[in-house]
């Protein structure tokens, strides 16, 4: 008489199987892993903005690419210089964007956003608040994000 073989053995044979799909699924993760260009693109657009948020300018500065241009021939230089004498100048400032709006075309991208600047004594109300339309150009430089092109204007009522 044949011997029949107990269920459990037949599930230790599927679960063998599992466990083969499991790991091959789990090698394949960190490829999945990988964010989309516009995920890395808004998680170093944040590194920008908690370095100016808490006052860093030189690690602002490793996000903006060697080339970069702004408003009336603004250089990379001149972006720092700016940038320090804001927070040598004011006790407090901080800068508050609106939603992002993402366009990636291949290694570059555009980013579009509105700006709250304030500034003042850091008491109950700012000394001074503008609001801009900002326009800024990115590219993919080495896996991280660099700010290449920035435009901004007030923002009109």
């Not at 609001?131 to 800024?136: A, L, Q």
């Amino acid at each position: 008489m044949k011997r029949r073989m107990p269920r459990r053995k037949a599930h230790a044979s599927w679960g063998h199987h599992g466990l083969v799909l499991v790991a091959l699924l789990l090698a394949l993760l960190p490829g999945c892993a990988r964010s989309d260009p516009e995920t890395r693109l808004r998680a170093d657009f944040l590194q920008l903005q908690s370095a100016l948020d808490e006052r860093r300018a030189g690690d602002f500065m490793d996000g903006i690419s060697a080339d970069f241009a702004g408003n009336q021939g603004l250089d990379r230089a001149a972006l720092h210089n700016m940038l320090r004498l804001q927070m040598l100048g004011r006790a407090s400032s901080s800068v508050t964007t609106g939603p992002l709006e993402v366009a990636v075309q291949g290694d570059t991208a555009t980013v579009r956003f509105t700006a709250l600047a304030t500034g003042g004594s850091g008491r109950f109300m700012p000394d001074s608040a503008n609001v801009y339309d900002v326009t800024t150009g990115w590219r993919d430089e080495g896996g991280h994000w660099r700010m290449y092109y920035a435009q901004w204007q007030p923002k009109r009522p």
